[in-house]
C-alpha cells in the first residue's frame, strides 16, 4: 500500500493523453520532488468537478469563488513522463472547515476492502479547487460533438444512430 500525499501539491491537474474518442484521463499531482499521475474515467472527472463546484457553492465562501478562480486556472500540459501509478476506482471528496480547504482522496480500489488500497490525497484551498474543477469541466467538454438526434457521441466518420434507424450519419 502506497499513499502519496500532497497538502498542498505545487501542481494538481487533469489531462488527457490521446484523440478525441480515444483519450485516456489522468490526474496529476506534483510537490516535493515527486510527480504521481494516476488514470481515470473520463465520468469519474466530471462527476468530481461538478462535486467540487457543489460543495464550494455551498461552504466555500469568498475565497472559492469564481472570481478569485479566474487567475489560478492551469491551462498547460500534463508533465512527462505520464505513467499512471494506478487506475483510480473510487475517489472521496471531504472539506476541511478549519483549513478552508478541499481533499480528494483516489484510490486504487475501495479503501474498506480488506486489501489496502493505493492512494493519492490532495488538499486543495478553496479558490485552486476552483481552477481545478473548472480545468476538468472544460476537458470533459472538449470531446467529440455529439450527435444532434441521439445524443451519442460523433465519430468523424459518422456513427450508426439508433435514432435513424441504424442509418450511418
Avoid at 484521463?25 to 457543489?54: H, M, N, T, Y
Avoid at 460543495?55 to 492551469?74: F, I, M, N, P, Y
Wanted: hydrophobic share 40%; glycine share 8%.
Amino acid at each position: 500500500m502506497a499513499i502519496s500525499d500532497f497538502d498542498p501539491p505545487e501542481r494538481f491537474v487533469a489531462g488527457t493523453v490521446g484523440p478525441p474518442g480515444s483519450r485516456t484521463f489522468f490526474l496529476q499531482a506534483k510537490g516535493s520532488g515527486r510527480l504521481v499521475s494516476v488514470s481515470i474515467e473520463k465520468v469519474q472527472v466530471g462527476i468530481l468537478a461538478d462535486r467540487i463546484v457543489d460543495l464550494l457553492d455551498t461552504v466555500g465562501g469568498l475565497q472559492g469563488s469564481d472570481a478569485v478562480a479566474e487567475h489560478l486556472l492551469d491551462t498547460e500540459a500534463l508533465e512527462t513522463p505520464i505513467e499512471d501509478e494506478f487506475r483510480v476506482d473510487t475517489v472521496s471528496l471531504a472539506w476541511e472547515e478549519e483549513r478552508s480547504a478541499i481533499v480528494i482522496e483516489c484510490h486504487d480500489r475501495d479503501p474498506e476492502q480488506e486489501t489496502p488500497a493505493d492512494s493519492v490525497r490532495v488538499v486543495l484551498d478553496a479558490a485552486t479547487a476552483r481552477a481545478f474543477a473548472r480545468r476538468c469541466q472544460a476537458l470533459v467538454s472538449a470531446g467529440r460533438p455529439p450527435c444532434p438526434f441521439c445524443g451519442q457521441p460523433l465519430d468523424p466518420e459518422g456513427h450508426i444512430c439508433p435514432r435513424a434507424n441504424g442509418y450511418k450519419r
